[in-house]
Nanobody, 127 residues
């Protein structure tokens, strides 16, 4: 059974940087399409970005373009979300998710397509 554990969240100030990590166990991260979702207080969880098996990254939230980067280290079985120039609206619980399904443009943002989830790590950005 694949398990995902996020870490790296915390309280930062606007403009700071933060790197979230997602440790994968029970399976090789290289065989999974990985994604990051976030859920702000009082809002629904939203897809942030995905990183394919081949390492391609797709962002779905325009507001993070140019500020966030997703990467993976297959040797360490880790996935990362590097967040720069953080804003108060980035405050949320960030979760990583994994799937072995073949996703398309119409499905890769859908929570239901990801079979494995971490517990989430909270990011709070003070303005």
């Amino acid at each position: 059974q694949v398990q995902l554990v996020e870490s790296g969240g915390g309280l930062v100030q606007a403009g700071d940087s933060l790197t979230l990590s997602c440790a994968v166990s029970g399976g090789a991260v290289g065989s999974y399409s990985m994604a990051w979702f976030r859920q702000a207080p009082g809002k629904e969880r939203e897809f942030v970005a995905r990183n394919t098996r081949s390492g391609d990254t797709t962002f779905a939230v325009d507001s993070v373009l140019g500020r966030f980067t997703v990467s993976r280290d297959n040797a360490k079985n880790m996935v990362y979300l590097q967040m720069n120039m953080l804003k108060s609206e980035d405050s949320a619980v960030y979760s990583c998710a994994a799937t072995q399904r073949w996703l398309t443009m119409s499905t890769w943002t859908m929570e239901s397509q990801y079979d494995f989830w971490g517990q989430g790590t909270r990011v709070t950005v003070s303005s």
